[in-house]
């Protein structure tokens, strides 16, 4: 997804995929409270917020890496972690990656 940056212009891309390699980007923001402004080219956004969505694609990443090595270790499949992890992570997207550490903590205590 091409982000220009608000306060320079540049155009930087923002990309995140799923295990099954599928570009999910905007949907991921889409879905979240964030506003996208709109220049009828590209979404626009702040050299903070794209800083931020970087940085949680890549725990995003850094996660879905720990749910397969944990679904490996205790024998449960990537879906079965992934719906726990998934009841675990609310509220703000800050805490999600914290969030995801516990429950896979939880179910390693718990199988």
């Known amino acids: 997804m091409d982000i220009k940056i608000k306060e320079t212009g540049e155009i930087k891309t923002l990309e995140a995929r799923n295990e099954s390699n599928i570009e999910y980007t905007a949907d991921l923001i889409g879905n979240s409270s964030f506003w996208l402004e709109y220049d009828g080219e590209y979404d626009v956004m702040t050299q903070a917020d794209f800083d931020w969505w970087q940085q949680y694609i890549i725990d995003t990443e850094k996660t879905q890496s720990d749910v397969e090595d944990l679904a490996d270790e205790i024998g449960m499949t ?9 009841e675990w992570q609310a509220g703000d997207y800050d805490d999600h990656r914290n969030q995801a550490l516990a429950a896979m903590d939880y179910i ?3 199988v």
């Open 78 to 86: 990537i879906s079965e972690i992934n719906e726990i992890v998934g």
């Open 108 to 110: 390693r205590e718990t």
